[in-house]
């Protein structure tokens, strides 16, 4: 009877890993914190994604309230480090069925999502073939890039960037650590384990990661500084880029005052540089 029950517990864990490994995307993401976007970035970006002559590099540019201007001047990041062709994929509204432009969606080996407005980005996308296409894609092992707004769709849970407390209304920046203050919606949930926060160390984002880590304590809450990135593959990101990248994690003995004001204990804070990995896995 032993003998029996452990074969079929060994069944039943070699089924489960192999239901993983089939399921688990191929592809990889890489997730860059705004600003500029210098050689040295966009190489790692390319060899990454391991493009063959007969590749092409998608470009979606629905956050940026200048589509065509983003395209070009993503184009040109690129030109320096790579030779394969930049195709405009801009979906709207009206378009999000086309059934051609979907097809050369889900066949580019790499797919760029440019900076603007996440929120922007997702009400094209979310519920949508563009969505499907874009997970498709990259189970079908495509990397997924972003930029700012183009990093923040990444998450399930993404940081929309308003503020939803009465007395945050028109201040600059967040300025307050308090429970309801950060507003999230939907995002592409390519990375199901994260919320990524972009522009981070720039523009002192701690208050609103912070908040995040608090709302959202089993996830590991990511803040990707401008001109560095993290290369997510297998459950590892490695960090590139000159900047650093700020991980909060594992928050303990959390608490919430009547007038909202978090306290949060024990809870790992990271910093990395270029070349340092961390786990993303929970």
Known sequence: MYLKLTTLLLSQLFSIFLFAQTNSPKGKLFIIGGGDRPPGLMKAMIDAANLSPQDYIGVLPMS????????????LSVAPVCNNPVVNLDFT??????????????????????????TRFMKV????????????????????????????????????????????KGKEGFTMVKAGNVEFEEGLGLIKTA??????????????????LHTFPELICVGIDEETAILVSQGKAEVAGDGQVVVLRDPQK????????????KASLSLFVKGDSFSVVK
Do not use: C, W
Not at 95 to 109: G, I, M, P, Q, Y
Not at 137 to 162: H, L
């Open 64 to 75: 940026s309230g200048e589509k065509d201007t983003s395209f070009h001047y993503f184009k």
């Open 93 to 118: 509204k009206e378009t999000v069925n086309n059934r051609s432009r979907l097809d050369s969606l889900e066949k580019a080996k790499l797919i760029f999502i440019t900076g603007g407005q996440q």
């Open 125 to 168: 996308v979310l519920n949508t073939p563009v969505y499907d296409a874009i997970h498709k894609a990259y189970r079908n092992g495509a990397m997924i890039a972003g930029t700012s707004a183009g990093a923040a769709v990444m998450s399930e849970k993404m940081i929309t960037g308003t503020q939803l407390l009465p007395e945050a």
């Open 195 to 212: 919320i990524i926060d972009q522009h981070f160390i720039v523009r002192s984002r701690y208050n609103r990661l912070l908040t995040a």
């Open 254 to 265: 959390m608490q919430v005052k009547s007038d909202g004001v978090i306290g949060v204990k």
